[in-house]
């Protein structure tokens, strides 16, 4: 967790606690496939606040345990619920089964930016650490998870 | 046509086209001013994208090929419907229709990524420069990389151990398993799993090379082209290169190495076909004899139709075609002491072939000047002896032949095979002795035949092994001896003719 983390200059991102255990809850039901989902809320790039967490299918066909493609027409639901509510798309979360909340090649390689990506670590089921972070200049930087 | 615009887009599709509001995700906002929405105009949505493209520069290019494909990383949506094909961006529109642009969102930890991770907070990496450093320090920077991509370039003394042998073959790099290791590959992948090979070996101080080969040559650090066999000379050697003991490392260094043969006779007859055969890079023969037909009951470098010419060229002509890879340097003189010290000068071992003492002194009393390894072998009827004389070998002085024999034996007692007879196949196990000798020497391998005389008998088939003790006091190569006397008359020394 990086609550306490300081640091000057670092993207903010607010998720609130029972946002957070509902994130967990369904990194762990989705394990070991890897879960996913939309972050819906309001802010810029220096803070974002998520007012709605939701959960989409993976569709990725093989290999589902370790690579996740979320379903676009959860994508489209979100954000035309999203924009009738003045909100926006903040960015998505996916879990990371048997691994840290750390983004790997392939997070960065298909990354966007302008986007949060929230990353859920789970262990033999069990959901762990969350991080944040967001792309930019090719790589990622780490935000601070706030509540 | 111009129409609309609360956002600053513009149509400038011509005619009348339906007017349609485009959602625009947040990553390509940057392209509309930082608009969520704006309108564009077209009978298709094909026109409509096109329309959007005109009005807000670069963002056409983030959403279609220039071939007018959709992009693979981007969803486009005309309502609730995905458009996926080509075909389907010329679904016709209606005024007020809703494109949506959304950005396919994949990613995911990766297996294989999974592991790197983990094995990247277990294994600690070190950059190319921390590598060289530690390297200065005593660590072994081992380069695990495929021999077409060494061939490029390696870090200066980096040990080259291909991955795949890596666990068969890092104990003959390594003392201990202690020895700090740094593994080493192109990017900096495979080191990191070579380096959890090592550690579950057992290897304690073992790291990574972040960025590998690629970085190290970025970072401008010292490189080097290492030699390597050619494919013709791997498919020769090639069981040769499955021995750990020689290995490429083991092979190069027999074709750079430099063997004088004394004598193409019975010994030197097998030695040089056997060390020509195993690839040492240069053979010289030093021989002033000519093929007799008599000598070919042994002498198998020679053919009865070579009888009357030059036994170095008849020599030479064998071994060639054995390995025409190998160089051949052909001397038809009389080794003496006038041109002894031409004739041995450059060579790595000597092999003692002869049959007469006046040579076997002079080959080592030169040899012994020179500090390099004298590969003696002589013969009598059944009985043979092999011995390498060393006193110049760095580990451990040898004795010299003179410390052996400080005296010839009177002639009458010192037969030569043309007097005494020799049984054919005796010189051929004697002068394999030699060659085997004389390859454990250049390849540093094994114990050699220092300091030891083998004696076989072969009518009692027995091999019995005798210490040869170094005499401190030798006139040569004695404790006193700062530099050796200057060679002597040997024929008057033995009181002997040529044999």
């Avoid at chain 1, 200059?9 to 039901?29: D, F, P």
């Avoid at chain 1, 959960?55 to 009738?84: H, I």
């Avoid at chain 2, 129409?3 to 339906?18: H, L, M, P, Q, W």
């Avoid at chain 2, 009951?297 to 010419?309: C, F, M, P, S, Y």
Wanted: hydrophobic share 40%; proline share 6%; with cysteine.
């Amino acid at each position: 967790m990086t609550s306490t983390d300081t640091a000057a200059g670092r993207m903010r991102l607010r998720l609130g606690e029972g946002q957070r255990s509902v994130l967990r809850r369904w990194a762990g039901a989705g394990y070991p496939n890897e879960a996913c989902g939309v972050l819906i809320g309001t802010g810029d790039a220096a803070e974002r606040t998520v007012a709605e967490v939701r959960r989409a299918r993976n569709l990725e066909p093989r290999r589902s345990t370790d690579f996740y493609v979320l379903d676009p027409e959860a994508f489209l639901a979100a954000d035309r619920e999203a924009r009738e509510d003045g909100l926006d798309i903040v960015g998505f979360w996916h879990s990371h089964p048997d691994s840290p909340a750390v983004p790997s090649e392939t997070d960065r390689a298909r990354a966007w930016p302008g986007y949060v990506y929230v990353i859920v670590s789970v262990r033999s089921g069990r959901a762990g650490e969350i991080r944040a972070w967001t792309l930019e200049n090719e790589s990622f930087q780490e935000g601070m998870v706030i509540a | 046509m111009t129409t609309d615009i609360e956002t600053g887009g513009s149509a400038s599709v011509a005619g009348r086209g339906a007017r349609v509001r485009v959602r625009i995700p947040t990553p390509l906002r940057a392209y509309t001013g930082g608009a969520a929405e704006v309108e564009a105009v077209g009978s298709t949505v094909r026109e409509a994208l096109a329309d959007l493209a005109g009005a807000h520069e670069g963002i056409g290019a983030s959403i279609l090929t220039p071939e007018g494909e959709r992009r693979r990383f981007v969803n486009i949506f005309l309502g609730d419907r995905s458009l996926r094909s080509a075909q389907d961006l010329d679904t016709t529109v209606s005024e007020g229709d809703v494109i949506a642009i959304l950005p396919a969102v994949a990613g995911g930890a990766g297996a294989k990524e999974r592991r790197l991770a983990e094995l990247r907070s277990e294994i600690p990496e070190v950059t190319p420069a921390e590598a060289r450093e530690l390297q200065r320090e005593g660590a072994l920077i081992i380069d695990v990389r495929e021999p077409d991509e060494v061939a490029a370039g390696t870090p200066v003394g980096a040990r080259r151990i291909v991955r795949g042998f890596l666990e068969l073959r890092i104990e003959e790099h390594v003392d201990s398993t202690h020895t700090p290791l740094v593994l080493m590959c192109a990017g900096g992948v495979r080191s990191l799993l070579a380096a959890d090979d090592l550690r579950r070996l057992g290897f304690s101080d073992v790291r990574s090379m972040a960025g590998g080969f690629d970085r190290w040559k970025g970072e401008g650090l010292p490189v080097e082209v290492p030699e390597r066999l050619s494919p013709s000379e791997r498919e020769r050697y090639a069981r040769h290169l499955l021995i750990p003991e020689v290995g490429e490392a083991g092979q190069l260094a027999l074709r750079k190495a430099r063997v004088l043969l004394i004598g193409a006779g019975g010994l030197g007859s097998p030695a040089a076909l056997y060390l020509a055969a195993a690839g040492v890079g240069t053979l010289g023969i030093v021989d002033d004899d000519v093929v007799d037909r008599s000598n070919l009951q042994r002498q198998i470098l020679h053919t009865d139709a070579g009888v009357g010419t030059p036994k170095v060229d008849s020599a030479r002509e064998r071994l060639l075609a054995l390995n025409p890879d190998i160089e051949v340097r052909t001397f038809p003189e009389r080794l003496a002491s006038d041109n002894a010290e031409r004739l041995l000068a450059g060579y790595d071992v000597v092999v003692d072939g002869s049959d007469n003492f006046a040579t076997r002194y002079l080959v080592s009393d030169v040899t012994t000047r020179f500090g390099i390894p004298n590969v003696h072998g002589s013969i009598y009827r059944f009985e043979g002896q092999v011995s390498v004389f060393w006193p110049g070998r760095p580990e451990a002085p040898g004795p010299c032949y003179r410390c052996l024999y400080p005296e010839p034996p009177p002639p009458e007692l010192a037969p030569s095979c043309a007097e005494a007879g020799v049984l054919g196949v005796l010189p051929g196990v004697m002068g394999m002795l030699e060659a085997v000798e004389t390859v454990k020497l250049l390849l540093g391998v094994g114990e050699p035949l220092v300091g030891k005389l083998l004696h076989y008998d072969a009518l009692a088939t027995e091999f019995r092994t005798f210490r040869v003790e170094r005499d401190p006091a030798c006139d040569w190569c004695g404790d006193h001896v700062e530099s050796p006397p200057a060679l002597i008359d040997y024929e008057a020394f033995c009181a002997v003719g040529a044999a």
